[in-house]
């Protein structure tokens, strides 16, 4: 059964850091491309970062160039997202999401897209 869930969401100060972490279940995070999103409120979901091994493509939003990375540990079968210099416009609601298709490639297409549960992430003094 494929799962995705996420943890280490929280409150943090403008300027701090924060490491959320996807653990998954159901596949192989070398097969296909695999990358986070974010959910303001009252905004559309936003790609931010996106990796795969399957063909080598990587996609990272201006939004985060620079502040935020995404890493993974094959053998805990987990994904990381660092998020750095956090502002209060990174609050938002964060997903892992998992591209399970043939030719999986990032960025993430929406509607091919498995998700996990969301972790809030809120910025704020």
């Known amino acids: 059964q494929v799962q995705l869930v996420e943890s280490g969401g929280g409150l943090v100060q403008p300027g701090g850091s924060l490491r959320v972490s996807c653990v998954v279940s159901?596949?192989?995070?070398?097969?296909?491309?695999i990358g986070w999103f974010r959910q303001a409120p009252g905004k559309e979901r936003e790609g931010i970062l996106c990796i795969s091994s399957r063909d080598g493509s990587t996609y990272t939003a201006d939004s985060v160039k620079g502040r935020f990375t995404i890493s993974r540990d094959n053998a805990k079968k987990t994904l990381y997202l660092q998020m750095n210099s956090l502002k209060p416009e990174d609050t938002a609601v964060y997903y892992c999401?998992?591209?399970?298709?043939?030719?999986?490639?990032?960025?993430?297409?929406?509607?091919?897209?498995?998700w996990g549960q969301g972790t809030l992430v809120t910025v704020s003094s």
């Open positions: 999401a998992a591209e399970l298709a043939i030719e999986s490639s990032c960025p993430i297409e929406d509607y091919l897209a498995v």
């Open positions: 159901g596949f192989t995070l070398d097969d296909y491309a």
